[in-house]
């Protein structure tokens, strides 16, 4: 049998050594992989379809695209006090990136992990709850988008009193379980102790609190119906509306999605820019950024809805200077 040559053999050895490393570099890198924790229904929920739409535009506006360079991984959970657990599994799946929504989430993602970043949305009070440092330089695995809700309470309420003519006293669900639904509660009272407005509040943790909390409401006969927006209230937002149009309650939301049910009006951040912003946070950080230095973000956009259909049955007529500021008016 012929001999290759010395300079033919070595040629060959080093294409076949060669082969495997061409091989790696051309071989795909791996894909990102975010994951959700939001303590909400899971899809088809349109509030889910929505949320989920928003924050896969932000994310393909940062380069990542599900399907190719991206896995998203999602946690639903309406029960606060499973967050904890569905936490655990994120971590222990080692994800690049947790998302979560609201504050007992992400209360949940850091009491799991202080390593793995965290980017939240619709949390109150960042720096007051403890997962940062500051807005400016948040420090350590957290940053995300604040939704300032407690700034608007005051807000809602003035337009609460704009539109009942003589408000004295003003009905609110709650949930005290969350501590971000707390802040707003707060804020909501110091601005009706200044417009002399009493509060009525009446706490709601579960769906089982929601009728004997209609059966107080409609004894103390209040002018008007405030609710703070969060899951428990969220889930059950058509009953809220039905009782209030029953019984000629005015209502008003510190979140979208209510008017189109026959809300008569709420106030509040465009929540689907909130999610976009959260995303391309997510996005720099998946380019190597650290969300220690990423500045949590507070919402440049804000909505006001009105339904005057709502307002026609329950005999009121919103003033001029409401419409001009409406940014959808539902007929």
């Known amino acids: 049998m012929s001999r290759l040559p010395r300079r033919q053999f070595l040629i060959a050895t080093g294409a076949l050594l060669a082969a495997p490393l061409v091989a790696e570099a051309q071989r795909a890198p791996e894909p990102a992989r975010v994951c959700i924790l939001r303590n909400l229904p899971p899809p088809p929920a349109p509030v889910t379809v929505a949320f989920l739409g928003a924050f896969k535009e932000g994310l393909k506006e940062a380069g990542f695209i599900e399907g190719s360079n991206l896995v998203i991984h999602a ?62 330089r ?48 707060e804020e909501l009272v110091r601005a009706a102790g200044q417009a002399r407005v009493t509060l009525q509040p009446f706490e709601v943790k579960s769906a089982a609190d929601f009728r004997p909390a209609f059966g107080a409401i409609q004894r103390t006969r209040p002018d008007a119906l405030i609710t703070l927006v969060e899951t428990v209230t969220w889930l059950q937002r058509q009953e809220i509306i039905d ?27 465009r929540v689907s820019l ?41 005999g009121i007529t919103f003033p001029r200077t409401v419409l001009l500021r409406a940014d959808r008016v539902i007929e």
């Not at 994120?90 to 980017?119: E, G, Q, W, Y």
């Not at 005051?154 to 004295?168: A, D, I």
């Not at 019984?247 to 509040?268: D, I, Q, S, W």
């Not at 909130?274 to 950080?285: D, F, M, Y």
Request: net charge positive.
């Open 75 to 136: 946690r639903w959970e309406p029960d606060i006090s499973k967050l904890p657990g569905h936490a655990a599994v994120l971590v222990d799946a080692k994800v690049d990136v947790i998302v979560t929504f609201t504050t007992p989430a992400t209360r949940a993602a850091l009491d799991a992990t202080r390593s793995i970043p965290i980017v939240f949305t619709m949390v109150s009070d960042s720096v007051g709850s403890g997962f940062v440092a500051s807005l400016g």
């Open 138 to 185: 948040p420090g350590g695995n957290v940053t995300g988008v604040t939704n300032v809700f407690p700034d608007l309470s005051g807000k809602l309420l003035g337009l609460v009193r704009e539109v009942v003519p003589g408000l004295g006293r003003a009905a609110v669900l709650w949930n005290p379980d969350n501590p971000g639904t707390r802040l707003d509660l």
């Open 243 to 269: 009782f209030a149009l029953k019984h000629r309650l005015p209502t008003a939301f510190n979140l979208g999605g209510h008017v189109e049910l026959g809300g008569l009006m709420f106030y509040a951040p």
């Open 274 to 314: 909130i999610h976009q912003r959260a995303a391309v946070l997510a996005g720099k950080i998946l380019k190597g950024a650290r969300p220690a230095d990423l500045p949590v973000e507070r919402p440049t956009h804000f909505e006001l809805s009105v339904n005057l259909k709502t307002a026609q049955a329950l």
